[in-house]
């Protein structure tokens, strides 16, 4: 009698509902642990491992004991995700300077990236707040109110975020969670740098500073929209340019008004 793991991979995957969540679950998330298996499916242990032996070919455990899918894991669950609409595989290269797995082991923390982001809000409104300096997207401009100082900063991070959103929506991506929301606060670590430049009176070199810090948010960015929407790293760093290009505009025009 043939056994079940001599089936074609769509027998084994689809024929039952257990296996298919499996096979769902390490699409959208990439990488679990088998007690976050366990977790999501509630399955026993042995007949968790009874399932996860069927499903060999697809799925492996990585260097950290996690399990994920494999090169033909990731072929299926890609082509299943297209006919059924489900959230396409993330992107695992990295950016030069920032692994997007960076991003995704945060987002996937909810109570780190929640912690973290509290942090860099906070941090940042108040080192904005006692040098009397307010950011727009991406640009920092002098003499703003203590008011506007402290919530530029927060507002900064909300307008990524929307953007993100934006982005998502048009690319037909997944749906963005908390903890996205919370990792999305990484892309403006860089800012947090400039007001200490401020603070100790330093103003040479001060362009050169927010230039590099500019940069290094965009590289940020462009590891955020790879690991959050599985872009490619070319069109994630395109998506980040974009929006660094778009708030430019947006700040040298209303610094323009302000002076009419």
Known sequence: MPSV?????EVRVLGHPVRKRLVELLG???SLSFSQLREETGLPVGTLYYHLDVLSDLIAQNHDKKYELTKEGVKFYTEMAQKEGLPLPKQTKSTS??????????STRIAFSALLFIIIAGLGSYLYSITRHGILLMNIYPNASIYESLISFPLALISFYTYSIIV???AGRRVITIGSFFSSSLVYTPFIIVPFAF???ISAGL?????VM???SIIIGSAYFSSQFG????????????YFVVSTIIFFLLMYQQQI
């Open 5 to 9: 793991k001599d089936a074609s991979a």
């Open 28 to 30: 959208e998330k990439q």
């Open 97 to 106: 300077l920032v692994p997007a797995w960076v991003v995704t082991r945060v």
């Open 168 to 170: 998502g929506a048009i």
């Open 199 to 201: 603070l100790l009176h």
């Open 207 to 211: 362009d050169i500073l927010l230039i």
């Open 214 to 216: 500019q940069l290094i």
């Open 231 to 242: 872009f490619r790293l070319e069109r994630a760093l395109l998506l980040q340019l974009i």
